[in-house]
T-cell receptor, first 118, second 111 residues
């Protein structure tokens, strides 16, 4: 399957600082990428949909000014957690869509990034 | 997307087939059935998807009932590395691109 890579795999930051997480599609171009958050023992929750060259679409309850998403190229989307607080500590996962239309339209996920805010 | 219902957890003996059921009684004609799994502390891994015909790949088989209201993911020879949470997701490719995750089934493969 297609490869989606995230960096860093884990990061520890101080409260009040900002952290950037990168999501790359390694062997395909992704016009659309998705960012999820997962707390321990819970399912994945969609945060936002990132479209190359345009503003991200955020899910209800997700602060766009706190979780900045940039999708500047067809292979890279970044999530920046601004002014991080301990409650932002979570597993952040990106995914990218391969293909278009109603066939060959599969979504692949990155390895995830663990964020711990201390 | 249509809601899916999966058992919370299942056990399977190593080397035996693992059959994971999923109910999606409100599925519409445009919606596909996707299966992903998530091994602890990793991102979800795509397994298989289908519309109405049964599908098979190197990882698993997907059996969809004729009325499409339920499906079964089959891992033919489960190994310890198949221990994971398995998510059944119904997705309308024409209406949106995101995947909405439910609780999934926690499959425990035991020696």
């Amino acid at each position: 399957g297609a490869v989606v890579s995230q960096h860093p795999s884990w990061v520890i930051c101080k409260s009040g600082t900002s952290v950037k997480i990168e999501c790359r599609s390694l062997d395909f171009q992704a016009t659309t990428m998705f960012w999820y958050r997962q707390f321990p023992k819970q399912s994945l929750m969609l945060m936002a949909t990132s479209n190359e060259g345009s503003k991200a679409t955020y899910e209800q309850g997700v602060e766009k000014d706190k979780f900045l998403i940039n999708h500047a190229s067809l292979t890279l989307s970044t999530l920046t957690v601004t002014s991080a607080h301990p409650e932002d500590s979570s597993f952040y996962i990106c995914s990218a869509r391969v293909g278009t239309g109603s066939t060959g339209n599969t979504i692949y996920f990155g390895e995830g990034s663990w964020l711990t805010v201390v | 997307d249509a809601k899916t219902t999966q058992p919370t957890s299942m056990d399977c003996a190593e080397g035996r087939a693992a059959n994971l059921p999923c109910n999606h009684s409100t599925i519409s004609g445009n919606e596909y059935v996707y299966w992903y799994r998530q091994i602890h502390s990793q991102g979800p891994q795509y397994i298989i998807h289908g519309l109405k015909n049964n599908e098979t790949n190197e990882m698993a088989s997907l059996i969809i009932t004729e009325d499409r209201k339920s499906s079964t993911l089959i891992l033919p020879h489960a190994t310890l590395r198949d221990t994971a949470v398995y998510y059944c997701i119904v997705r309308d490719l024409n209406a949106g691109n995101m995947l909405t995750f439910g609780g999934g089934t926690r499959l425990m493969v035991k020696p």
